[in-house]
């Protein structure tokens, strides 16, 4: 919320927003400007369309590795875990009503941050979930059903950010959603409403459907640069923001997997979680694994040279793209750690020259946009 930032932390800057004229019937789009605010603490972000503002930690706790296939989740290790995370600085955690107990262990940790932290402190959690009902009739009544169940695990009486993902565009029915969506929002049973793996086109819509939507979560690597190429401009334009996952493939843009050859059996770390397994097709359709060793070598000179890890330079190249707000990094609460990698992100400053070592070896690699398609297009493809 821009409001509970510091006057002092906070400057102007003007961006584009929406507006609608029609020509011989066609509806077209220009542009006015708005003010807007960033804010200067470099850890954190404004996402804002309107008078709906949040701000968030621009690396986010990604939630994903509850939903099972990573290990065995003990809930009382893992709130322990939130809590460590909020304490260090990385306040935004992101779930989904189907990533299993997400939103259930966001309920009692922000129970525990309610008891055990001062206010303040709780001014800056947030909590971003997603809804991905079936496509069943988007009535006013279900839609609300559906949000009470988020608020009621998550134990707040408003989402910070509600995420909307629709799987077959050629049911609109996820424009009546999102406006039923947003009249939750007017009511305060949700603060901020957002997209998450939609494509340009399908925001163009939305936009014009005068639905404040304040960002949209897609996959964005430097393998997968997609968002760059047609979605970042949109955003550009109507200061729509970008939170993005997949922004370490799952841990595959670690050291790690430097000099590693998955061609041997049992000759390279075992592709043992499904976040894993995925972002392996991707590297797959981009160039194939002797180029993302390349990619590697490249990100290890970049990280030795600034005293960084890979999965730092892959994180911190993405947050400087164009509109991205945020980046993902998934925890593996109660199971690993990240804490100290996860913040060294801030501390990193790449310069022109890894920038262009980076480019030279991605422009190798095929342009998924036209493998895949847009943004979130890989959902939708059998």
């Not at 019937?25 to 008078?51: F, Y």
């Amino acid at each position: 919320m821009a409001e509970l930032l510091h006057h002092n932390s906070l400057r102007k800057f003007t961006f584009s927003s929406i507006k609608k004229t029609r020509t011989k019937g066609i509806q077209k789009l220009s542009w006015r400007p708005v003010q807007g605010v960033l804010t200067e603490d470099i850890r954190r972000a404004v996402v804002k369309n309107g008078k709906d503002s949040l701000d968030i930690s621009r690396v986010v706790n990604g939630m994903w590795q509850t939903s099972g296939g990573w290990g065995r989740i003990d809930r009382d290790n893992a709130v322990d875990a939130m809590l460590k995370y909020a304490d260090a600085g990385l306040t935004t955690f992101d779930m989904a009503d189907i990533y299993g107990p997400a939103e259930d262990l966001y309920g009692i940790f922000i129970n525990r941050v309610r008891q055990e932290r001062p206010p303040e402190f709780l001014e800056k959690v947030r909590g971003l979930t997603k809804w991905v009902p079936p496509p069943v009739k988007m009535t006013s009544s279900y839609v609300r059903d559906s949000i009470n169940v988020s608020r009621k695990r998550m134990d707040v009486a408003s989402l910070d950010m509600l995420q909307f993902h629709w799987w077959d565009y050629a049911n609109t029915g996820y424009l009546d959603a999102l406006k039923h969506l947003t009249d939750l929002k007017e009511e305060g049973k949700i603060k901020t409403v957002a997209l998450t793996n939609f494509d340009t086109e399908r925001l163009q819509i939305i936009l014009e459907n005068e639905i404040p939507v304040v960002s949209n979560q897609v996959q964005h690597s430097i393998v997968d640069m997609r968002p760059q190429q047609k979605m970042a401009e949109l955003c550009q334009l109507t200061g729509v923001k970008l939170i993005t996952y997949g922004t370490v493939m799952g841990g595959l843009l670690s050291e790690k997997f430097l000099d590693t050859n998955l061609n041997i059996p049992f000759a390279g770390p075992p592709l043992n979680t499904p976040s894993l397994q995925k972002y392996k097709r991707m590297v797959d359709a981009w160039g194939g694994w002797s180029l993302f060793q390349a990619l590697l070598q490249t990100l290890k000179g970049i990280a030795s040279k600034h005293g960084a890890t890979i999965p730092n330079v892959a994180v911190k190249y993405i947050l400087d793209q164009q509109a991205v707000a945020g980046s993902m990094i998934g925890v593996r609460l109660g199971l690993s750690e990240h804490i100290q990698d996860s913040n060294a992100v801030f501390s990193l400053a790449l310069d022109e020259d890894d920038i262009s070592s980076i480019q030279e070896v991605t422009k190798k690699g095929k342009n998924l946009l036209k493998v895949i398609g847009d943004c979130g297009d890989e959902y939708r493809r059998a």
